[in-house]
Protein backbone atom coordinates (compact mmCIF):
# COMPACT_ATOMS: atom_id res chain seq x y z
CA UNK A 1 0.00 0.00 0.00
CA UNK A 2 1.18 3.46 -0.34
CA UNK A 3 3.16 5.47 2.40
CA UNK A 4 1.60 8.36 3.25
CA UNK A 5 2.20 11.87 4.83
CA UNK A 6 -0.78 13.50 5.99
CA UNK A 7 -0.68 16.98 7.09
CA UNK A 8 -3.52 18.42 9.40
CA UNK A 9 -3.75 21.63 11.61
CA UNK A 10 -6.32 19.41 14.07
CA UNK A 11 -5.21 16.51 16.21
CA UNK A 12 -5.02 14.93 19.39
CA UNK A 13 -5.30 15.77 21.87
CA UNK A 14 -7.69 17.85 20.76
CA UNK A 15 -11.37 16.17 20.26
CA UNK A 16 -13.41 17.41 17.27
CA UNK A 17 -14.38 15.73 13.76
CA UNK A 18 -11.29 16.25 11.81
CA UNK A 19 -8.84 14.59 14.61
CA UNK A 20 -11.34 11.73 14.76
CA UNK A 21 -11.44 11.17 10.56
CA UNK A 22 -7.39 11.60 10.66
CA UNK A 23 -6.99 9.85 13.52
CA UNK A 24 -9.38 6.55 12.07
CA UNK A 25 -8.13 6.60 8.76
CA UNK A 26 -4.90 6.21 9.68
CA UNK A 27 -5.73 3.51 12.41
CA UNK A 28 -7.05 2.22 9.24
CA UNK A 29 -4.43 2.29 7.30
CA UNK A 30 -2.03 1.04 9.23
CA UNK A 31 -4.00 -1.92 10.15
CA UNK A 32 -3.82 -3.01 5.99
CA UNK A 33 -0.14 -3.06 6.00
CA UNK A 34 0.07 0.68 4.71
CA UNK A 35 1.76 3.38 6.10
CA UNK A 36 0.20 6.94 7.10
CA UNK A 37 2.50 10.01 8.91
CA UNK A 38 0.76 12.82 10.66
CA UNK A 39 1.94 15.90 11.00
CA UNK A 40 0.61 18.16 13.64
CA UNK A 41 0.92 20.57 15.86
CA UNK A 42 2.22 19.58 19.08
CA UNK A 43 1.04 19.86 22.15
CA UNK A 44 2.81 19.07 26.08
CA UNK A 45 -0.71 16.65 26.35
CA UNK A 46 -0.32 14.35 23.67
CA UNK A 47 2.75 12.31 23.41
CA UNK A 48 3.46 11.14 19.82
CA UNK A 49 3.08 7.17 18.31
CA UNK A 50 5.40 5.77 15.54
CA UNK A 51 4.85 7.69 12.36
CA UNK A 52 3.37 11.16 14.60
CA UNK A 53 5.32 13.90 14.08
CA UNK A 54 4.63 17.43 16.15
CA UNK A 55 5.72 20.89 14.88
CA UNK A 56 6.09 23.91 17.42
CA UNK A 57 2.80 25.05 17.92
CA UNK A 58 0.84 28.27 19.48
CA UNK A 59 -2.51 28.56 20.89
CA UNK A 60 -4.88 30.27 18.79
CA UNK A 61 -7.03 33.03 20.62
CA UNK A 62 -9.70 33.61 18.95
CA UNK A 63 -10.86 29.58 18.95
CA UNK A 64 -10.63 27.79 22.52
CA UNK A 65 -8.17 24.34 22.25
CA UNK A 66 -6.71 24.79 18.03
CA UNK A 67 -3.44 25.32 18.23
CA UNK A 68 -1.32 26.83 15.29
CA UNK A 69 1.28 24.91 14.03
CA UNK A 70 4.82 26.06 12.46
CA UNK A 71 4.93 25.31 8.35
CA UNK A 72 7.87 23.24 8.45
CA UNK A 73 8.45 19.62 7.13
CA UNK A 74 9.70 17.09 9.57
CA UNK A 75 12.96 15.67 8.32
CA UNK A 76 11.65 12.02 8.96
CA UNK A 77 8.77 12.51 6.66
CA UNK A 78 10.43 11.44 3.88
CA UNK A 79 10.33 8.03 0.62
CA UNK A 80 6.07 9.11 0.76
CA UNK A 81 3.69 8.53 -2.67
CA UNK A 82 1.63 10.50 -1.65
CA UNK A 83 0.83 13.81 0.12
CA UNK A 84 -2.73 14.68 1.61
CA UNK A 85 -3.21 17.94 3.20
CA UNK A 86 -6.68 17.93 5.90
CA UNK A 87 -5.93 21.70 6.27
CA UNK A 88 -5.86 24.73 3.38
CA UNK A 89 -3.41 26.69 6.40
CA UNK A 90 -0.17 26.61 8.47
CA UNK A 91 0.46 22.64 7.85
CA UNK A 92 -1.52 22.64 4.85
CA UNK A 93 1.24 25.01 2.74
CA UNK A 94 4.02 22.49 4.48
CA UNK A 95 2.30 19.26 2.60
CA UNK A 96 2.02 21.68 -0.70
CA UNK A 97 5.69 22.52 -0.24
CA UNK A 98 6.47 18.72 0.31
CA UNK A 99 4.42 17.91 -3.08
CA UNK A 100 6.20 20.27 -5.15
CA UNK A 101 9.43 20.20 -3.81
CA UNK A 102 9.02 15.80 -4.55
CA UNK A 103 7.00 16.13 -7.46
CA UNK A 104 4.29 13.96 -5.46
CA UNK A 105 0.46 13.64 -5.99
CA UNK A 106 -1.34 16.41 -3.65
CA UNK A 107 -4.41 15.28 -2.06
CA UNK A 108 -6.43 17.30 -0.24
CA UNK A 109 -9.84 17.38 1.96
CA UNK A 110 -12.13 19.56 2.70
CA UNK A 111 -13.36 19.53 6.29
CA UNK A 112 -14.65 22.95 7.18
CA UNK A 113 -16.00 25.90 5.68
CA UNK A 114 -13.43 28.47 7.20
CA UNK A 115 -15.57 31.44 6.17
CA UNK A 116 -18.21 30.70 8.39
CA UNK A 117 -16.12 31.04 11.13
CA UNK A 118 -15.10 34.98 10.59
CA UNK A 119 -17.49 35.87 13.41
CA UNK A 120 -14.81 34.75 16.06
CA UNK A 121 -12.71 37.71 14.62
CA UNK A 122 -15.05 40.20 14.56
CA UNK A 123 -18.62 41.80 15.68
CA UNK A 124 -18.50 43.95 12.82
CA UNK A 125 -20.68 42.53 9.62
CA UNK A 126 -18.80 44.61 6.94
CA UNK A 127 -15.20 43.36 8.38
CA UNK A 128 -16.98 39.67 8.68
CA UNK A 129 -18.19 39.89 5.39
CA UNK A 130 -14.97 41.22 4.37
CA UNK A 131 -12.99 37.86 6.21
CA UNK A 132 -15.53 35.71 4.64
CA UNK A 133 -14.57 36.74 1.01
CA UNK A 134 -10.55 36.71 1.32
CA UNK A 135 -11.11 33.46 3.45
CA UNK A 136 -12.65 31.97 0.02
CA UNK A 137 -10.18 33.64 -2.42
CA UNK A 138 -7.57 31.97 -0.20
CA UNK A 139 -9.27 28.77 0.07
CA UNK A 140 -10.02 28.52 -3.73
CA UNK A 141 -5.66 29.43 -4.52
CA UNK A 142 -4.64 26.62 -2.32
CA UNK A 143 -7.36 23.80 -3.54
CA UNK A 144 -6.48 24.54 -6.99
CA UNK A 145 -3.34 22.82 -6.43
CA UNK A 146 -4.72 19.55 -5.37
CA UNK A 147 -4.72 16.65 -7.97
CA UNK A 148 -8.19 15.82 -5.66
CA UNK A 149 -10.25 17.50 -3.43
CA UNK A 150 -11.76 15.10 -1.36
CA UNK A 151 -15.23 16.13 0.38
CA UNK A 152 -17.66 14.38 2.81
CA UNK A 153 -21.01 15.10 1.91
CA UNK A 154 -22.53 16.54 -1.71
CA UNK A 155 -23.46 19.86 -0.08
CA UNK A 156 -19.59 20.57 0.60
CA UNK A 157 -18.93 19.77 -3.00
CA UNK A 158 -21.23 21.86 -4.12
CA UNK A 159 -19.81 24.67 -1.90
CA UNK A 160 -16.60 24.48 -3.08
CA UNK A 161 -17.60 24.27 -6.68
CA UNK A 162 -20.18 26.79 -6.54
CA UNK A 163 -19.26 29.46 -3.50
CA UNK A 164 -15.95 28.95 -3.57
CA UNK A 165 -14.87 28.64 -7.02
CA UNK A 166 -12.40 26.00 -7.12
CA UNK A 167 -10.96 24.39 -10.26
CA UNK A 168 -10.33 21.11 -9.53
CA UNK A 169 -11.27 17.24 -9.54
CA UNK A 170 -13.59 17.20 -6.09
CA UNK A 171 -14.86 13.49 -4.70
CA UNK A 172 -17.52 12.69 -1.96
CA UNK A 173 -16.10 10.50 0.57
CA UNK A 174 -18.08 10.07 3.65
CA UNK A 175 -15.58 10.29 6.54
CA UNK A 176 -16.97 7.08 7.96
CA UNK A 177 -17.30 6.00 11.58
CA UNK A 178 -15.71 3.17 13.47
CA UNK A 179 -18.70 0.97 13.84
CA UNK A 180 -16.90 -1.52 15.92
CA UNK A 181 -17.04 1.31 18.56
CA UNK A 182 -20.01 3.10 17.63
CA UNK A 183 -22.65 -0.07 17.87
CA UNK A 184 -25.80 -0.54 19.90
CA UNK A 185 -25.08 -0.90 23.70
CA UNK A 186 -26.69 -1.39 27.29
CA UNK A 187 -27.02 2.04 28.43
CA UNK A 188 -28.58 0.92 32.01
CA UNK A 189 -24.63 1.55 33.70
CA UNK A 190 -24.51 4.53 31.95
CA UNK A 191 -27.85 6.52 33.03
CA UNK A 192 -26.71 5.53 36.98
CA UNK A 193 -23.35 6.32 36.80
CA UNK A 194 -25.14 10.16 35.28
CA UNK A 195 -28.10 9.95 37.26
CA UNK A 196 -30.45 9.79 34.25
CA UNK A 197 -33.94 8.37 33.88
CA UNK A 198 -36.67 8.34 31.33
CA UNK A 199 -37.07 9.13 27.88
CA UNK A 200 -33.98 11.61 26.78
CA UNK A 201 -32.89 13.68 23.82
CA UNK A 202 -29.64 15.75 23.24
CA UNK A 203 -26.28 16.33 21.48
CA UNK A 204 -22.65 16.06 22.27
CA UNK A 205 -19.72 17.54 20.54
CA UNK A 206 -18.44 20.87 20.73
CA UNK A 207 -20.46 23.70 22.60
CA UNK A 208 -20.10 26.66 19.60
CA UNK A 209 -22.02 29.36 19.08
CA UNK A 210 -22.19 28.93 15.45
CA UNK A 211 -23.61 25.91 16.42
CA UNK A 212 -27.09 27.08 17.19
CA UNK A 213 -27.39 24.89 19.99
CA UNK A 214 -29.53 27.47 21.97
CA UNK A 215 -32.30 25.85 19.65
CA UNK A 216 -31.99 22.92 20.66
CA UNK A 217 -33.28 23.99 24.13
CA UNK A 218 -35.85 26.12 22.64
CA UNK A 219 -37.49 23.08 20.79
CA UNK A 220 -37.60 20.67 23.84
CA UNK A 221 -39.53 23.51 25.49
CA UNK A 222 -41.47 23.96 22.51
CA UNK A 223 -42.01 19.92 21.76
CA UNK A 224 -43.62 19.87 25.43
CA UNK A 225 -42.02 16.64 25.58
CA UNK A 226 -41.93 14.13 28.67
CA UNK A 227 -37.93 13.65 28.41
CA UNK A 228 -34.87 15.07 30.01
CA UNK A 229 -32.05 16.89 27.77
CA UNK A 230 -28.57 15.56 27.65
CA UNK A 231 -25.58 17.60 26.75
CA UNK A 232 -22.00 15.93 25.93
CA UNK A 233 -19.09 17.98 25.63
CA UNK A 234 -18.18 21.55 26.01
CA UNK A 235 -16.80 24.98 24.40
CA UNK A 236 -17.87 28.41 25.16
CA UNK A 237 -21.77 28.30 24.40
CA UNK A 238 -21.78 26.16 27.57
CA UNK A 239 -22.62 28.80 30.44
CA UNK A 240 -25.20 30.56 27.82
CA UNK A 241 -27.02 27.13 27.23
CA UNK A 242 -27.32 25.87 30.51
CA UNK A 243 -28.63 29.87 31.22
CA UNK A 244 -31.01 29.33 28.45
CA UNK A 245 -32.67 25.80 29.72
CA UNK A 246 -33.07 27.47 33.25
CA UNK A 247 -34.87 30.52 31.80
CA UNK A 248 -37.12 27.87 29.37
CA UNK A 249 -37.86 25.74 32.45
CA UNK A 250 -35.98 22.39 30.73
CA UNK A 251 -34.82 19.40 32.61
CA UNK A 252 -30.89 19.88 31.10
CA UNK A 253 -27.97 18.05 32.09
CA UNK A 254 -24.30 18.94 31.08
CA UNK A 255 -22.38 16.11 31.28
CA UNK A 256 -19.42 17.70 30.51
CA UNK A 257 -16.57 15.90 28.08
CA UNK A 258 -17.22 12.24 27.87
CA UNK A 259 -14.30 9.61 27.58
CA UNK A 260 -14.60 8.11 23.92
CA UNK A 261 -15.60 4.74 25.34
CA UNK A 262 -18.43 6.15 26.76
CA UNK A 263 -20.15 7.73 23.72
CA UNK A 264 -21.51 4.27 22.47
CA UNK A 265 -23.48 4.38 25.63
CA UNK A 266 -24.32 7.90 25.88
CA UNK A 267 -25.86 7.63 22.07
CA UNK A 268 -27.99 4.12 23.19
CA UNK A 269 -29.31 5.84 25.60
CA UNK A 270 -30.76 8.61 23.81
CA UNK A 271 -34.32 7.96 21.98
CA UNK A 272 -33.22 10.98 19.30
CA UNK A 273 -29.87 12.88 18.64
CA UNK A 274 -30.94 16.78 18.02
CA UNK A 275 -28.74 18.54 15.56
CA UNK A 276 -29.23 22.14 14.27
CA UNK A 277 -25.72 23.14 13.21
CA UNK A 278 -25.77 24.78 9.84
CA UNK A 279 -21.78 24.45 9.24
CA UNK A 280 -20.93 20.90 9.59
CA UNK A 281 -19.32 19.34 6.50
CA UNK A 282 -20.44 16.03 7.35
CA UNK A 283 -21.29 16.18 10.53
CA UNK A 284 -19.71 13.17 12.07
CA UNK A 285 -21.31 12.55 15.19
CA UNK A 286 -24.98 12.17 13.20
CA UNK A 287 -23.37 9.43 12.28
CA UNK A 288 -21.86 7.90 15.31
CA UNK A 289 -25.57 8.26 16.67
CA UNK A 290 -27.11 6.32 13.44
CA UNK A 291 -24.58 3.43 13.94
CA UNK A 292 -25.48 3.40 17.57
CA UNK A 293 -29.01 3.37 16.52
CA UNK A 294 -30.70 5.95 17.24
CA UNK A 295 -32.10 8.69 14.66
CA UNK A 296 -31.44 12.22 13.99
CA UNK A 297 -33.42 15.33 14.17
CA UNK A 298 -31.06 18.10 11.82
CA UNK A 299 -31.32 20.81 10.39
CA UNK A 300 -32.10 20.92 6.79
CA UNK A 301 -29.42 22.88 5.73
CA UNK A 302 -24.91 22.21 5.49
CA UNK A 303 -24.27 18.89 5.06
CA UNK A 304 -26.50 17.49 7.23
CA UNK A 305 -29.17 17.79 4.76
CA UNK A 306 -27.35 14.70 2.81
CA UNK A 307 -26.30 12.63 6.31
CA UNK A 308 -30.09 13.07 7.79
CA UNK A 309 -31.96 10.73 5.31
CA UNK A 310 -35.38 12.20 5.97
CA UNK A 311 -37.86 10.06 6.90
CA UNK A 312 -35.54 6.85 6.91
CA UNK A 313 -32.82 7.82 9.61
CA UNK A 314 -34.28 10.94 11.18
CA UNK A 315 -36.18 13.92 10.39
CA UNK A 316 -34.86 17.68 9.03
CA UNK A 317 -36.43 20.88 9.89
CA UNK A 318 -35.62 24.20 8.08
CA UNK A 319 -32.52 26.49 9.89
CA UNK A 320 -34.14 28.72 12.37
CA UNK A 321 -37.74 27.42 12.52
CA UNK A 322 -37.92 26.53 15.87
CA UNK A 323 -41.25 25.32 16.15
CA UNK A 324 -40.12 23.14 13.04
CA UNK A 325 -37.78 21.92 15.08
CA UNK A 326 -40.47 20.88 17.57
CA UNK A 327 -42.67 18.96 15.33
CA UNK A 328 -39.59 16.37 13.62
CA UNK A 329 -38.64 15.78 17.22
CA UNK A 330 -41.85 14.56 17.94
CA UNK A 331 -42.40 13.09 15.00
CA UNK A 332 -39.40 11.05 15.33
CA UNK A 333 -39.91 10.03 18.83
CA UNK A 334 -43.05 8.62 17.86
CA UNK A 335 -41.60 6.59 14.69
CA UNK A 336 -38.65 5.62 16.77
CA UNK A 337 -38.51 2.06 16.31
CA UNK A 338 -38.71 2.07 12.29
CA UNK A 339 -36.12 4.73 12.74
CA UNK A 340 -33.59 2.47 14.95
CA UNK A 341 -34.28 -0.33 12.63
CA UNK A 342 -33.31 1.85 9.36
CA UNK A 343 -30.46 3.26 11.39
CA UNK A 344 -28.56 -0.23 11.87
CA UNK A 345 -29.65 -1.59 8.22
CA UNK A 346 -27.24 1.50 7.04
CA UNK A 347 -24.04 0.66 9.36
CA UNK A 348 -21.86 -1.22 6.76
CA UNK A 349 -22.56 2.09 4.47
CA UNK A 350 -21.58 4.52 7.02
CA UNK A 351 -18.74 2.67 8.09
CA UNK A 352 -14.58 3.80 8.18
CA UNK A 353 -13.57 0.68 6.14
CA UNK A 354 -15.86 1.71 3.57
CA UNK A 355 -14.30 5.20 3.48
CA UNK A 356 -10.63 4.08 3.52
CA UNK A 357 -11.45 1.31 0.37
CA UNK A 358 -12.73 4.78 -1.39
CA UNK A 359 -9.43 6.66 -0.32
CA UNK A 360 -7.43 3.73 -1.39
CA UNK A 361 -9.00 4.14 -4.64
CA UNK A 362 -8.27 8.04 -4.70
CA UNK A 363 -4.46 7.33 -3.99
CA UNK A 364 -3.99 4.90 -6.45
CA UNK A 365 -6.15 7.28 -9.45
CA UNK A 366 -3.50 10.16 -8.76
CA UNK A 367 -0.02 8.13 -8.89
Not at 319 to 338: I, K, N, Q, S
Request: net charge negative.
Amino acid sequence: MDAVAAFTDTYLPTVNGVTYTVKTWRDTWLARGGRMDVVYPGSDDYGPDDGEFPVRSLPFPFYEGFRLGMPRIPDDVENVDVVHAHTPFALGLSGLRLARREDLPFVTSYHTPTGEYAAYLTSITSVEDRLEGLSERYERWFFDHADTIITPSAVSKRYLLDTVGVDADVTVISNGVDIDRFSPVDAVSFREKYDLSGPLVGYTGRHGFEKCLGDVVDAVAEADIDATLVFGGDGPARESLEQRAENRGVDARFLGFLPREELSAFYSSLDAFLFPSPVETQGLVALEANACGTPVVGVDSGALADTVDDGVTGYHFAAGDVEGFAAALRRTLAERERLRANCLDRREQISVDHAVDELADIYERVR
